[in-house]
């Protein structure tokens, strides 16, 4: 019985590197399975990200646009900008696992932390030759790899523009599409941008779904590059307009944080636990002092406060 179970597992482990190599060298036509997959997208977007409506717009559309051309014009590059626990990281892991099914486990799946990879900003040289050299051998295994960058706030100034060529026009280098590429970058930059528009469209009254886009992008553009902690500082990346769409996450209410500890209940089996949930929700801290509209932390201590309340 060992044996079969070994051997089951190692086939179905031969069968999901062979879909995700066959995803590498696959350009996705408009076909049944194109639609199903962005169906499939849109829907764990809706079902696992909570109060993030222009993340499931962007993202979604970004991904189907992007997907469905043979030879697309240039990589997809999205980043991602928003306070801890909106769901960032989320969106990315939930991407990586539709593109090749297991996101951060693939090998296609690249995942950079700045205070692990790249800690000393004495070594920026260094740091962009490495970097190079890692996505350029990257990209030689698998044109359609995914690259996400976490932490782009301790990013030292100058590592990341060494990707430039990487992000423009350039239809072949070193025989290879580099256009295919998805590129990914988390940052809290904006944070303070994105919470001033979502206080005042609270104050006024409006409903959360009425923000739209054109009212936060050029704010977080302007501070990813004009502030020295963003890792766009003074970027030729953003000068360039190599980014296809900077996408702010708004920070969360208390119904946002007690919709994360449902869905994290859920998860582990645990049902009609209404108050574990309110005593989740309650024991957040909120922002502004007089208002209370908004988790400091999003839903990133929501685990924690579980298995407290459990």
């Known amino acids: 019985e060992l044996k079969s179970a070994e051997t089951l597992f190692s086939f179905s482990h031969l069968l999901d590197k062979c879909i995700q190599s066959l995803f590498c060298g696959f350009s996705i036509n408009f076909t049944y399975d194109y639609l199903y997959f962005l169906a499939d997208l849109e829907w764990d977007l809706y079902k696992n990200v909570f109060g993030q409506h222009l993340v499931q717009d962007i993202v979604s559309e970004e991904v189907a646009k992007f997907l469905e051309k043979k030879s697309p014009d240039q990589p997809l590059v999205l980043s991602f900008h928003g ?32 205070t692990l990879h790249f800690p000393s900003h004495k070594l920026v040289r260094q ?46 280098v070193f025989r290879t599409n580099y256009r295919k590429a998805i590129y990914v970058f988390i940052s809290t930059t904006g944070d303070d941008a994105i919470l001033k528009v979502a206080l005042e469209n609270r104050q006024a009254g409006r409903e959360r779904e009425e923000i739209k886009l054109r009212d936060l992008e050029e704010a977080v553009l302007q501070m990813s590059y004009n502030s020295n902690t963003s890792g766009f500082f003074q970027s ?75």
């Open 83 to 114: 306070s801890m626990g909106t769901g960032k990281t989320l969106v990315s892991t939930i991407l990586g696992n539709h593109l090749y099914g297991s996101a951060m486990s693939s090998p296609f799946v690249h995942q950079f932390v700045p």
């Open 236 to 310: 030729n990346i953003v000068q360039q307009k190599l980014i296809t769409r900077f996408v702010p996450f708004l920070p969360l209410t208390r119904n946002h944080v007690e919709r994360c500890a449902q869905s994290q209940l859920h998860q582990r089996n645990i049902r009609s636990r209404s108050d574990v949930v309110e005593a989740v929700g309650r024991s957040m801290f909120y922002a502004p002092v007089h208002g209370q509209y908004f988790s400091t932390t999003g839903c990133k201590a929501v685990s924690a406060k579980i298995d407290f309340f459990l």
């Open 127 to 172: 740091y962009r030759e490495e970097l190079k050299s890692w996505v350029q051998g990257n990209l030689t295994e698998c044109a359609r790899s995914v690259f996400i960058f976490d932490e782009m706030e301790n990013m030292p100034p100058g590592v990341i523009d060494v990707l430039e060529p990487f992000l423009g026009p350039s239809h072949v």
